[in-house]
């Protein structure tokens, strides 16, 4: 992977000799040590982050040194990842919130539950914000809104998020990073039947979907770009993992396949760091190995402002 232009501004762990005053008496009133130290540190929320990719991304970014606020789907899947990560890196600033992020509700749920965090933190802005929590399907499967899973985790999950942490976002000038791939090209979306209600073709959902990541990725640019926010899609490449696997049917089948060609997730993981570690914010939309990529001609901005007013009304929002 080529890291050019990297300058590593991503903190280090705190230690006596990085944090200024860190060897005189603590003064700040009402400002206990940690919340000094998670001040000082940059503050980066992923989700997906109990396996595959986004596993190993949270052990990376832990080990830069940066305060990690870790998203998983079960408690138990949380439990297991912390374990992981802690046997390497023993301090590693991690937090970790559990939920069905399928499921709208559950998403404004660890939003709160987030939100509460960082505001006893004492930081209130975010760093950056990685939308990596994805999942495939074999047959057509709804959540309890009603709503094509793929589709309402994929996308919409990141969607309702990114609002719910916008302010925190805008505040420090942020980076989302929406998890897309390669299979956004040749795609186009079925503005009268996103859920694919009709002639369901798993594959074409998961495409669908990750289109949508680009689409949304530019849509944030769009609108919040001049105000210091920046957005991108990445492309991971073939990986390793087990997303495949997690669902039955012919798409279980064809993954345990093809997944042996993919890299390990350590490997895509580089592509999160590259997009904090820059100081200046990269340009460019669509990113694999720290390389801006052609996107599918698909990714316009009329598109974008499509899926965004269909987006606020599937959530029940309204970006400002
Ligand atoms: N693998 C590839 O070749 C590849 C290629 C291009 C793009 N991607 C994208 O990369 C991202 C990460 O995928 P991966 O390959 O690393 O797969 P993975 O190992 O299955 O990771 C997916 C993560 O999302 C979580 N997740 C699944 N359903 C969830 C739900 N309902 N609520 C909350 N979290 C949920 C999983 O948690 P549990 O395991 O606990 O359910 C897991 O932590 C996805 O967006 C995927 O589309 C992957």
Redesign the pocket.
Known sequence: MVLDNACFCGIKPITRDTVPYANQPFRAEGLGRNAFAAIMKKTIII?????????EATRLLAGKGYCILA????TA?CEKADQDIRFGIPDADISWFA????QQREVVRVAGEIKKRLNENGTESLYALIN????TRSRYMTTEDGYEQQFA??HL?GFRLTHELLPYLLKEGGRVIM???E?HKNMKVRWSDVMMRKHYNPLLAYKQS?LCNMLFALGLSDRYGAKGLHAYGV?????N???GN?TTGIVDFVWKFR?RF?VH?SVSAQDYLYLCEQCEPPAGLYFHHGKPKKYNKQVTTENATRLFKLSERLCGIRYE
């Not at 998203?71 to 079960?74: D, Q, Y």
């Open positions: 989700t997906g982050a109990t396996s595959g990719i986004g596993l998203v998983g789907h079960s899947n939920g069905d992020l399928m990596n929590a994805g999942c985790l994929n999950a998890t897309s791939s299979s990750k492309d991971p490449g073939l990986v993992t087990d997303i997690k997944k993919g997730p």
